[in-house]
């Protein structure tokens, strides 16, 4: 089973050699992230959380805006792979909401963290509760994603994944380079979106070898013999399970938690559902 925490290091000068990934993996037989580019003006409410050390900023996880000074992201971005809290009273985490490219975002447009809430009873082991809020120093904008309430979201047969996770891992990510022998970029600098069929939460959890843990009720899954070369990647925790009907617009559904592998044959990834945490989420907004 495979368990993401925090990406691989990712800093503004690493994404120039991006749009040489694509052609790479057609010959390199591992799997795309996400299927295609995204339109952030679609999705305004997309955040990349990124962490400062020295000249450098490093991306390791995302998230969706859902009230003005408030991003929902999954809980072990903020814990180490022994499952020890990092970031707290950090200082140098940031957010930046609606961009269309990383690399193109000015500094001016990254919101600093004010506070890390995660879920009480988040479990690193087992990845149960896999859900942190982050209250951010100032508003970073008025667009925000709508929350599923009821089971009843959640029910679309499919939806969209959103992020700026890696186009592969394993051996091709480590060993990757470009023609002149230079590393390629781990993380997508574009937001990239996937469409990826909804798995019945018992099969995803036999397949996956949870051992009959209560899947369905806080956690939804995606993937399977459909989803080949599509779906969540190494950097895209955290990220936004989108599903929406014309009427109702769009609704905030998982979060990115854990799954196979997105080079897998039939790749499965897990969500956090949101609709069992929304109480949770209005609570500590209201509260804070």
Same mark, same amino acid.
């Given at each position: ?30 799997? !795309?992230?996400? =299927?295609?580019? !995204?339109?952030?003006? $679609? ?5 990349? %959380? ?8 490093? @991306? ?22 022994? +499952? ?15 961009? !269309? ?20 009873? /988040? ?9 942190? %809020?982050? $209250? ?6 008025? %667009? ?6 009821? /089971? ?14 890696? @186009? @592969?891992?394993? *051996? ?6 470009? $023609?002149?022998?230079?590393? *390629?970029?781990?993380? =997508? ?18 397949? *996956?070898?949870?051992?009959?843990? #209560?899947?369905?009720? /806080? ?31 769009? $609704? ?6 854990? +799954? ?5 044959? #039939?790749?499965?990834?897990? @969500? ?17």
């Amino acid at each position: 089973m495979w368990f993401p925490w925090i990406s691989a290091a990712r800093n503004r000068a690493a994404g120039a050699a991006g749009a040489a990934i694509l052609a790479l993996l057609a010959t390199a037989g591992q799997a !795309a992230a996400q =299927s295609g580019p !995204a339109d952030a003006l $679609r999705y305004p409410y997309v955040a990349a %959380l990124s962490r400062v050390s020295g000249e450098s900023r490093v @991306y390791f996880c995302a998230g969706t805006l859902i009230a003005p000074r408030w991003i929902v992201t999954a809980a072990h971005c903020f814990h180490d792979p022994r +499952g020890r809290r990092i970031g707290d009273g950090d200082g140098d985490l940031w957010a930046e909401v609606g961009g !269309a490219r990383l690399a193109e975002v000015p500094d001016e447009a990254q919101v600093r963290f004010d506070r890390v809430f995660v879920h009480p009873d /988040y479990d690193s082991a087992s990845q149960a509760n896999d859900i942190a %809020l982050v $209250r951010l120093d100032e508003e970073a904008g008025p %667009l925000t994603a709508t929350l599923a309430q009821g /089971y009843g979201d959640d029910e679309d047969g499919g939806a969209i994944m959103l992020g700026f996770g890696s @186009y @592969y891992e394993g *051996l091709l990510a480590a060993r990757a380079t470009d $023609r002149d022998g230079r590393p *390629l970029a781990q993380l =997508s600098d574009a937001l990239r979106q996937a469409r990826v069929p909804l798995v019945d939460p018992a099969e995803c959890a036999a397949a *996956l070898g949870l051992g009959g843990e #209560a899947t369905g009720n /806080y956690q939804l899954c995606a993937g399977g013999p459909g989803a080949a070369g599509r779906g969540a990647c190494l950097g895209d925790s955290g990220g936004p399970l989108i599903a929406g009907r014309d009427e109702a617009g769009d $609704r905030l559904v998982g979060l990115v938690s854990f +799954g196979s592998g997105c080079g897998a044959a #039939a790749p499965l990834m897990v @969500y956090t559902r949101i609709s069992a945490y929304a109480r949770w989420i209005e609570g500590v907004i209201a509260g804070r």
